[in-house]
């Protein structure tokens, strides 16, 4: 059966970088022209994909465990690249024959392009020897079967909440499947109506909230990914509650501790409240746009904010950042009440408490307090409110909030001033460079979605004419600008962190969805357009930042590991397994041995992944400490326990250091989109240990480097050095 066209035809059937935009294309083009039955297709065929390959087929292959025809059979014929991912049943067939069965439900004569694709597809993967015949009958019938079932309930769900939460929408449209929809009914412009109908598109909000907290939550039970650097370290900090910390305020370690304490020390347990919060923030943000602007806008918000990168993060990673991000949109929210003529003291110390709460989580929510002196300045009317106490009850709760921060620093040297200022380079010299505002302004339209940031920044300059007709838009361009515009400023001077914008996201694109909808009724119809495209591109964004092996399946091979979205999140247990093993080996010489780590976040990953490291903690000595320093330069600098010098003399230690992983050299992008082989940077050779680390123990010895792999990607690499006998 071989031969030179199926040799040159089927490895290009495991992935063209051509398919990516052609699938954003036709999703925008259903979405746009497709009507309501195009986009009960577009949700089906995401939901049943999601089924068949998310759920399904990954349990199936964890619990067959059939190893692939690449890896078991030598004289297999390989033509593309082989993973080690499971190989029965085959993902590629499963989401294929899913698509193909979706299609065939709305469109009847699609099955007759789409089933003879999904065969093609199928055979593929037995020609490139990747998997067996059955593998693919298997993953044929599992998308087939997951796309009916999934079909099935979502008409199901229909007809049952339809009914009775959607009425109106309902009766115009009252099966998915069949698609028959009513005659438009003349539409309801009384009071009544409207509210019904703002009622709808309030309930489809909590709708999307909820459905979302639930993947969210279900997707980090899964454990697909694993603990950054930041989680791991300051994970470590919930085990030592202070009033404060060497770079961050006791807010991110009081959540940890809670997380924790529910959920045990566990990644879910770490990461647990970072959904909660995203859903409590789309809950307050959709009421508080429903209010002032109507459901429909509100709803429509929710849906943007969703498909924006560096939000969708924050809904999975337990930062600092997410719950500054839900405490300045709780004191924006509190404060546009206060300032209205009705404001009331009450308004003000909610605004307060939330500002407080939030510098507790993040320093930089002090911005709001510019902001806000802002909007007094731009906005006359709301001047009265310096009149009445309950601005100045507002900055006594923040001023409060401070003294648990400035209570620590006092003891500990101010050490968290001088950190804030190197991190801001604000003892640099003034060298006014345009390197970083490029790659500042690239950053963020990366990850707030370029169509949406680009709207954004029109917004903010094309609604100043109509600032003084709408004081709302005049609040939110107060809460969001100035930090955005600050932050731009400030990369003339140095490089600015992506997220630390991350506050001004919301009340800026609260403006943008006010202005754009207002263009919209003045008849400038493109709005729709952009808006499909920026939630399609959204939507692909994250699915691909949640899972970025799905790159390797589309474009038919994997992204280099120095470049994947998720590096940092990968690999963690695999390289704490490498640091046992050389631990357990310099063990064997019968003396204590503890591990070295020459950063903190590395320090928080093996105290985290090394089961008993992580019970050793609180034990007053632990099993992983972080490299000497004569300077504070981390946390544990500050925990006496962490100090070995002391303490462990006579004891042999496994010091480790990281290099970086593959880097692909200049021009790889071209090069990986087009299928041809890419070049990758020297791997530099390996180092000696610290001066320091020398200086500590009689002796030091190189262990080597050692790559942690997944698949054939090195997505790690890790120097070791066995130390004996601390002086």
């Not at 631990?583 to 008993?612: C, N, V, W």
Request: hydrophobic share 50%; glycine share 8%.
């Amino acid at each position: 059966m071989a031969n030179k066209v199926f040799d040159w035809l089927m490895p290009r059937l495991a992935g063209h970088l051509l398919f990516l935009p052609t699938l954003l294309a036709a999703g925008v083009l259903l979405l746009c022209k497709g009507g309501r039955r195009g986009r009960v297709f577009v949700l089906c065929l995401a939901l049943a994909i999601g089924v068949a390959d998310g759920v399904v087929t990954n349990t199936i292959k964890k619990l067959v465990a059939r190893p692939r025809p690449c890896i078991a059979l030598a004289d297999a014929r390989v033509l593309i690249g082989c993973s080690d991912s499971g190989s029965m049943p085959s993902a590629h067939a499963a989401n294929w024959f899913a698509a193909t069965m979706v299609g065939f439900v709305f469109y009847r004569r699609s099955w007759r392009g789409m089933l003879p694709a999904a065969a093609t597809i199928a055979f593929s993967r037995v020609y490139n020897g990747v998997h067996y015949p059955s593998d693919v009958v298997a993953g044929a019938m599992v998308g087939a079967g997951s796309a009916v079932a999934v079909v099935w309930w979502a008409n199901a769900l229909w007809g049952l909440i339809g009914r009775k939460w959607f009425p109106l929408w309902w009766q115009r449209l009252p099966s998915l499947v069949e698609g028959r929809e009513t005659r438009k009914p003349t539409p309801d412009t009384s009071a009544t109506g409207q509210a019904t109908l703002d009622a709808h598109w309030l309930r489809l909000g909590y709708v999307l909230i909820v459905a979302l907290l639930l993947f969210r939550l279900g997707y980090l039970a899964s454990g697909a990914i694993q603990l950054s650097k930041d989680e791991a370290y300051q994970w470590l900090w919930s085990k030592h509650l202070a009033l404060s910390y060497y770079s961050k305020p006791p807010g991110i370690a009081l959540i940890q501790f809670g997380g924790t304490s529910l959920w045990g020390d566990t990644q879910f347990g770490v990461r647990f409240f970072s959904p909660v919060f995203a859903a409590l923030l789309s809950f307050v943000l959709l009421r508080f746009l429903a209010r002032e602007t109507g459901a429909r806008l509100g709803f429509l918000v929710l849906l943007i904010v969703n498909c924006v990168p560096l939000l969708g993060v924050g809904a999975i990673l337990m930062t600092i950042d997410p719950p500054l991000v839900l405490c300045w949109t709780l004191a924006m929210i509190a404060g546009w009440r206060a300032v209205q003529p009705a404001g009331t003291t009450k308004h003000w110390l909610l605004a307060g408490v939330a500002t407080g709460l939030g510098f507790l989580s993040k320093y930089s929510a002090l911005y709001l307090l510019v902001c806000w002196a802002l909007f007094f300045v731009l906005w006359p009317p709301a001047r009265v409110q310096l009149k009445r106490p309950g601005p100045y009850l507002a900055l006594l709760i923040v001023a409060l909030s401070t003294l648990p921060v400035i209570l620590w620093n006092s003891q500990h040297g101010w050490i968290t001033v001088q950190h804030v200022s190197e991190n801001a380079a604000l003892g640099g010299t003034w060298r006014p460079t345009l390197r970083y505002v490029w790659e500042f302004l690239g950053a963020e339209a990366g990850l707030l979605n370029p169509v949406f940031f680009a709207g954004a920044l029109w917004a903010m300059a094309a609604f100043w004419p109509r600032r003084q007709q709408n004081p709302l838009w005049l609040y939110l361009f107060c809460l969001g600008a100035p930090v955005f515009l600050g932050h731009l400023a400030w990369s003339f001077h140095s490089r600015i962190q992506p997220n630390w914008i991350a506050p001004a996201v919301l009340p800026m694109f609260c403006l943008m969805a006010l202005y754009w909808e207002t263009r919209w009724r003045e008849g400038v119809r493109a709005v729709k357009g952009w808006l499909a495209a920026g939630v399609v591109l959204g939507l692909v964004a994250l699915v691909v930042m949640h899972e970025s092996n799905l790159i390797g399946k589309l474009a038919g091979r994997p992204l280099p590991a120095g470049v994947d979205p998720l590096r940092r999140v990968r690999a963690w247990k695999q390289t704490s397994a490498v640091v046992a093993q050389a631990r357990q080996k310099l063990l064997q010489e019968g003396k204590p041995t503890f591990i070295i780590a020459d950063h903190y976040g590395m320090s928080g990953e093996f105290s985290f992944y090394l089961p008993e490291a992580k019970a050793s903690l609180g034990t007053g000595e632990p099993l992983v400490c972080c490299q000497t320093t004569l300077e504070p330069e981390n946390q544990l600098y500050f925990w006496p326990e962490y100090q070995y010098r002391g303490r462990r003399r006579g004891q042999n230690a496994i010091y480790v250091t990281e290099s970086e992983p593959d880097q692909p050299v200049k021009g790889w992008v071209w090069n990986w989109l087009m299928g041809r082989e890419i070049g990758y940077a020297e791997v530099p050779p390996p180092t000696p240990p610290p001066v320091l680390i020398r200086q500590e123990f009689e002796s030091v010895t190189d262990l080597g480097v050692h790559e942690v792999k997944l698949g054939d990607r090195v997505f790690r690499r890790v120097q070791l050095f066995a130390c004996r006998n601390l002086r």
